[in-house]
């Protein structure tokens, strides 16, 4: 079955420290991953996508992702953090164009000055 | 282009009422996804469609939900009769057949009370 994993559902980062939220999939197929990122009150916009090609991508906002298709995971990293970034990420999986893709469950990311 | 533009942002209505949703995709993209967010079960797949037809629907929670797209401009989902555990944020999605990057609109806050 497709999934996708989230361990952590809630993190809290120092401001100016380094960020790695964990994603795991599962997936029977080549998969497409993607990060959202959700801002209180308001709808998922694209950080980064990866389809093929160079495993590390980059991002909007100084993100980038890295994808281990040993590990079936696509972590998200940000080597500094800024209290802005405080919001819920979203992992997503999908496969074939114009399929829909499969979400985490989310991680609540909270910024500390 | 506007993106993805939902309506209304928000609804109130009572137990037993119909509630329709209503989503205008971005223009020249062929798949439209329907969303459903809560605390409890995250973002949940209800429907898709792909080029104005269901592929996927089997995440309509009961028969009390009907979704659909009569054009590639237009697309609703309908409750009827609502119920309280109806309440949750409804987010449309599209995206482009070729491209499995979806984007979203603002979504709808549904209350049911």
Known sequence: AQSVTQPDIHITVSEGASLELRCNYSYGATPYLFWYVQSPGQGLQLLLKYFSGDTLVQG??????????SQSSFNLRKPSVH???A?????????????ALIFGKGTTLSVSS | DAG??????HEVTEMGQEVTLRCKPISGHNSLFWYRQTMMRGLELLIYFNNNVP????????????AKMPNASFSTLKIQPSEPRDSAV?????SLTR???AFFG????????
């Open chain 1, 60 to 69: 909007i906002k100084g993100f980038e992702a890295e994808f281990k298709r």
């Open chain 1, 83 to 85: 209290w802005s970034d």
């Open chain 1, 87 to 99: 919001a819920e990420y979203f992992c997503a999986v999908g496969g074939q164009a114009g399929t």
């Open chain 2, 4 to 9: 993805v533009i939902q309506s209304p942002r």
């Open chain 2, 55 to 66: 592929i996927d629907d089997s995440g309509m929670p009961e028969d009390r939900f009907s």
């Open chain 2, 90 to 94: 409804y987010f449309c999605a599209s």
């Open chain 2, 99 to 101: 491209d499995a990057e």
């Open chain 2, 106 to 113: 603002q979504g709808t806050r549904l209350t049911v009370v």
